[in-house]
């Protein structure tokens, strides 16, 4: 079967060629780039006054299978990352039973063959039953298919192991990614410490809690020289260490959500459960600084942390509720309107930041758009405004502080391997 | 748009806001806008003035020899503490029953809380019984916004977590207005545990929309973070908080607090913060001592200031149940026949 994308504006992701032309693909690979390519025998999609892309990589979600999947599951939570505009994606172990051995990245893998419509990758986790306590057996997590480890959810706390970790990951040349949080600087914190936190009596959770230990994490990375990434980077000093520590050579990326950069701490105003999430949301001058992080290189990625919960975990007092957003299907939206529309980021920074960056980090031959390379594509219009609305998601949860918004960039079009799962708009 | 209507209600008038003001001790009723009292951040000052005025006729009741009336008869008020209370629960059921109300009590530990049930499945039970005010206290703060965005009765928040304490702080307030005639331009001193305080953030809201000046004053660990841009003024000493002021609110320190490091020990707290008969001299001559109770003898205030002229400890209790009173009879009076909904 052969595809035509004909006249999209295409943004190649890597080497910075931007031209409108059209793609053929044949037999789900991409088989050329040019202009006017004949047409005869083939499917056509028009993306003329469209951007086209190439498909999303999120190097940060919760598929909560197996073990949760009255949250979500395989199948959903693809369905939801498909409707997104992810063709990749790497799903984190902290599961029941946790992603800390082969067999469970082997039930990852085979699961996404059946069940899921967009590529998976499993994360492995640092420690055992990510108790922080003893490694996980990381050289058989990166051969059974693991693309990085993680604790995520919570933080190694002991420096000691996480030492060690970096150096044993180091021998197998796979990625950390740290969950930074001093759970003691925590104590119990439910939303950042500051205004809000004051004025609705919920205990504050201080930025230097996330502070202190991607601090720690950095100093650790850089003498074991391992390969380190800070996940969900929210702060403003968290992001001026990380600048730091790139500028004294160590091996470390960051990312951050587009809840750092879209929201601040007022959204928790009348203890609203959905705007409840771990690292917390911040302020204004964070969110000034993660913007400023992600113009000058420092954030080198933008991740979903797609993280479903049952609406009855977020319909209770919110000490109670559970931390975490779904992302997916608002993830690019909130980028394109939020940072390529006031000018922040090109279109194809914004690129490089959700395709190519997250998939070096990870290892995948995936975030470009180049003839003999799989076609991974993901077509949007960055002009039509939609309204959010949570009842049209794909997840099976729909805990999102986003209901309503008014966003641009709705994918129009994604392709999985040449194969067009969502067409205008709608998911097949 | 506040909700007015003429006393009697044979010929309801509109009104607008700046009519009630100028018709204050008229023959005009006005109703609250909100189903809920769920904190004084969320009313406003005409609000807060017509139940401290309401108090007033309540407190004639409350002190008189037959302390009945037919205010809330048919109505029924539950409350429903999740944490142990003496007098906020007592002061609640007693003026739902001198006014001739159904009450009935529901602790956390002797019901179905303690087999698991969630807090919005044990509300809509109590509701789907015909309730028409749940009193809530709860450890959580938050917990009752949530209750009353989930049942037809009104709830009254009578303490969530480290939020608000609305009826505590609008008896504190009736109690000010009694002793000092106004409310506006008083300079009110608060000092303690504010980070924990819920009676704290409840007098911060009320007082400052009725004019008064407040500052507050503890040991720096329990401060909340940028509570200046509330508009109150922020002291490291007592002396300085405490000097030329109208009113002193004394906070009940929890010793749990000194557990968790907050504070090194109680003795190095009651030296520093507790008010005792020569701190409380920088004060005005005539100020006013105050304290949600119970009190910590020698240690928030010494027991000469406790049992001093100046203190109106014993006297807050008592306005306590003129203030929920008023405040049940309003909040019941919504919806019916009275109301003029514009």
Redesign the interface.
């Known amino acids: 079967m052969k595809l035509l994308i004909k006249n999209g504006q295409i943004i190649d992701g890597k080497a910075g060629i931007e031209k409108i032309s059209d793609i053929l693909i044949d037999d789900g690979i991409i088989a050329e780039i040019e202009e006017d390519i004949d047409s005869s025998g083939c499917e056509i999609i028009e993306a003329k006054g469209m951007y086209v892309v190439p498909g999303l990589v999120d190097a940060h979600c919760h598929l909560r299978a197996p073990g949760f999947e009255y949250k979500e599951d395989i199948e959903s939570g693809t369905r939801s990352a498909a409707k997104g505009g992810f063709t990749s994606i790497a799903c984190m172990p902290n599961t029941n039973p946790v992603l800390d051995n082969e067999a469970m990245i082997m039930y990852i893998l085979n699961k996404a063959k059946t069940d899921g419509i967009v590529n998976v990758y499993p994360i492995g986790a640092v420690s055992k039953g990510l108790k922080g306590e003893e490694l996980s057996e990381i050289g058989e997590l990166k051969f059974a298919g693991a693309v990085a480890l993680s604790d995520d959810g919570r933080p190694v706390n002991n420096s000691s192991l996480m030492k060690k970790a970096m150096q044993y990951a180091s021998m197998f040349d796979i990625t950390i990614i740290s969950h930074c949080e001093d759970l003691e600087l925590v104590d119990e914190g439910l939303m950042n ?3 809000y ?8 959770n ?1 930025a230097p809690a996330e502070e202190v230990m991607i601090a720690r994490d950095l100093i650790l990375a850089e003498y074991t020289r391992a390969s380190v990434h800070i996940a969900h980077v929210s702060t403003e000093l968290g992001v001026d260490l990380i600048r730091n520590a790139k500028r004294r050579g160590v091996n470390v990326t960051a990312e951050t959500c587009p809840h750092y950069f879209s929201l601040t701490d007022k959204a928790c105003e ?2 609203n459960t959905n705007a409840k999430v771990n690292p917390p949301l911040r302020t204004e001058k964070d969110v000034a600084a993660i913007i400023e992080g992600l113009k000058d290189g420092t954030i080198d990625i933008i991740s979903t942390d797609h993280a479903p919960h049952h609406f009855d975990e977020k ?6 509720a559970a931390n975490g957003m779904v992302g997916f299907e608002t993830a690019f939206p909130l980028a394109v309107t939020n940072l390529v529309k006031p000018g922040h980021l090109t279109v194809e920074e914004l690129v490089k930041k959700m395709c190519l960056n997250p998939s070096k980090m990870l290892g995948l031959n995936k975030g470009t758009i180049e003839a003999g390379k799989v076609a991974d594509i993901l077509i949007f219009d960055i002009n039509e405004q939609y309204t959010v609305d949570i009842s049209t998601f794909e997840s099976k949860s729909k805990n999102s502080p986003f209901n309503g918004f008014k966003l641009y960039g709705q994918p129009q079009y994604t392709i999985v391997g040449g194969n067009p799962i969502v067409r205008e708009k709608v998911l097949l | 748009m506040l909700m007015l209507i003429k006393k009697g209600g044979s010929s309801p008038r509109r009104q607008s806001k700046v009519a009630f003001t100028e018709m204050q001790g008229m023959d005009v009723i006005m109703n609250l806008k909100s189903k809920d009292l769920l904190g004084l951040r969320d009313i406003s000052a005409e609000e807060i003035q017509y139940i401290l005025d309401t108090a007033k006729t309540m407190k004639y009741i409350v002190t008189s020899n037959n302390k009945k009336t037919a205010h809330l008869q048919g109505k029924s008020i539950i409350t429903l503490f999740y944490e142990n209370s003496t007098r906020t629960r007592l002061s609640f059921e007693l003026a739902s029953k001198y006014m001739g109300a159904s009450a009935a009590n529901i602790s956390a530990s002797s019901s179905s809380v303690s087999k698991g049930e969630t807090l919005l499945d044990t509300g809509k039970t109590i509701d789907m019984m015909g309730s028409d005010i749940i009193i809530m206290r709860h450890p959580m703060s938050g917990a009752p916004h949530l209750l009353a965005k989930n049942v037809r009765s009104s709830v009254i928040n009578a303490g969530d977590g480290m939020n608000e304490h609305p009826t505590q702080a609008l008896l504190d307030m009736f109690t000010i207005l009694d002793k000092k005639g106004t409310i506006k331009g008083l300079k009110v001193s608060i000092v303690g545990d504010i980070l924990h305080s819920r009676v704290a953030r409840s007098n911060i809201w009320g007082l400052t929309k009725l004019g008064a000046e407040v500052s507050v004053s503890g040991p720096a660990t329990l401060i909340p973070r940028d509570i200046e841009m509330l508009g109150v003024k922020v002291y490291s000493t007592v002396q300085e908080a405490i000097l030329d002021a109208d009113v002193v609110i004394g906070l009940r320190i929890q010793l749990e607090r000194q557990k968790k490091g907050l504070f090194p020990t109680i003795r190095e707290y009651s030296r520093f913060f507790g008010i005792d008969d020569k701190r409380l001299k920088l004060a005005r001559e005539d100020a006013v001592v105050l304290h949600p109770g119970p009190v910590n003898r020698g240690v928030e205030l010494s027991s000469s200031v406790i049992d001093g002229e100046q203190s109106y400890i014993n006297e807050q209790v008592t306005n306590g149940v003129a203030v929920r009173m008023a405040l049940l009879y309003l909040l019941t009076r919504r919806g019916s026949n009275n109301e003029i909904v514009d």
């Open positions: 410490e500051g205004y936190s004051s004025i609705l009596g919920l205990k504050g201080p009348g203890f319909n209770v007092e919110f000490k109670l």
